[in-house]
């Protein structure tokens, strides 16, 4: 959302926030050139403050002009549909994930919009199946942004912070710490690798929402069994600058994930140049052309995860080819003008009276 709205034409568009609780996104809006309007906290289930919400967001819409409402996530769209509706200003709808079946789920898809934007393959025939004209857009990529953030943490300083060997090869892996997302696929295929390299496993990322909080120490101890805990380290999660400076000094990204509708850390790796392995699931198969600008890995096999990681790190040469390929490709499909670009049609769509 952030850097669609970087990446507005402002001559057509003056972008506005309404964020449904306060919090730190508020100065993001305002640094991103947006203006932000944030209302009281509250929870879904208190519903009559979610109906006091929704009549502040028509209001809002009345004072300010608005000619589009645009919801970001599945939730929003109860807000978002709604106040459209009540103010007679057409909306388009962001979607993120596949939704669990249910009265809840019902209810919401019945709520009318205008149109909807999936952010995966995935995604898109969910909504399309349940009769919603459906887009798929894919999340775009701020490669100057990331550029700017990787060059505030150089190597050398991630190195002293995180107690790393400066001078060998880093595999880095970015994601929370949730047992889909693959970090323990990792471990064993870096295992089954020659231990006599000199490479060292970084894994970013912690805990999101208090969700598999031990999932951590098993990770930790299954190092240990495997005989390489000495050659991993856990940061936990870091800023925004030290995840950029991890990315772009990786000697390879891994984001071996077994459900991933997109895969931001592996666009962003791409976009810096840094070649990815990682499991063909839809958005890193969608990112990746494997042997082209990265490598992909049948979901779940570690033996051929572990394979191509041996295979990877025997021939250094390749990588930065695949890099750079990987990075003009990222640049070209998924980057944050393209994204915003797209959007912006819709919203033309969504304005165009029926």
């Known amino acids: 959302m952030l850097e669609c709205i970087r990446e507005l034409d402002r001559r057509e568009f003056e972008p506005h926030v309404i964020q449904l609780r306060p919090g730190p996104l508020e100065a993001l809006i305002r640094e991103a050139g947006a203006i932000a309007h944030v209302l009281p906290q509250h929870r879904m289930r208190e519903a009559h403050k979610v109906v006091g919400a929704i ?11 608005f000619r589009l409402l645009h919801s970001n996530g599945f939730r929003a769209h109860v807000y978002g549909g709604l106040a459209a509706r009540w103010a007679g200003v057409p909306e388009v709808w962001t979607t993120h994930t596949i939704e669990t079946p249910g009265w809840s789920t019902r209810a919401i898809l019945g709520i009318p919009t205008r149109r909807v934007l999936a952010n995966c393959p995935r995604t898109e025939t969910f909504f399309q199946q349940a009769g919603l004209p459906t887009t798929l857009i894919w999340p775009g990529v701020n490669v100057a942004d990331l550029t700017d953030r990787a060059s505030r943490a150089p190597r050398e300083r991630l190195a002293a912070q995180f ?31 020659d231990a006599s390299r000199s490479t060292r496993a970084i894994i970013i990322g912690g805990s999101l929402f208090g969700a598999e909080t031990e999932y951590e120490r098993e990770l930790k101890s299954r190092a240990t069994t495997l005989g390489i805990r000495d050659r991993v380290t856990f940061t936990g999660f870091v800023s925004d600058d030290d995840l950029a400076g991890f990315l772009a000094a990786a000697h390879l990204v891994v984001h071996p994930a077994r459900h991933e509708d997109f895969g931001l850390s592996v666009a962003e790796a791409q976009a810096l140049g840094v070649p990815v392995l990682a499991y063909d699931e839809v958005g890193p198969a969608a990112i990746l052309r494997h042997g082209e600008t990265g490598w992909l890995a049948p979901v779940g096999d570690v033996a051929r995860l572990a394979e191509l990681l041996g295979q990877i790190l025997a021939d250094p040469n390749v990588m930065q080819g695949i890099g750079q390929a990987g990075k003009a490709r990222v640049i070209r499909e998924f980057g944050a003008p393209e994204h915003a670009r797209r959007t912006m049609d819709e919203y033309r769509q969504a304005l165009t009276p029926r």
Do not use: C, N, T
């Open 55 to 65: 009549r502040r967001i028509r209001q809002l819409a009345r004072q300010e002009g």
């Open 163 to 193: 107690h790393l060997p400066g001078d060998h090869p880093w595999l880095v892996m970015s994601a929370r710490l949730q047992r889909y997302k693959g970090q323990l696929d990792f471990l064993e295929a870096l295992a089954r690798v």
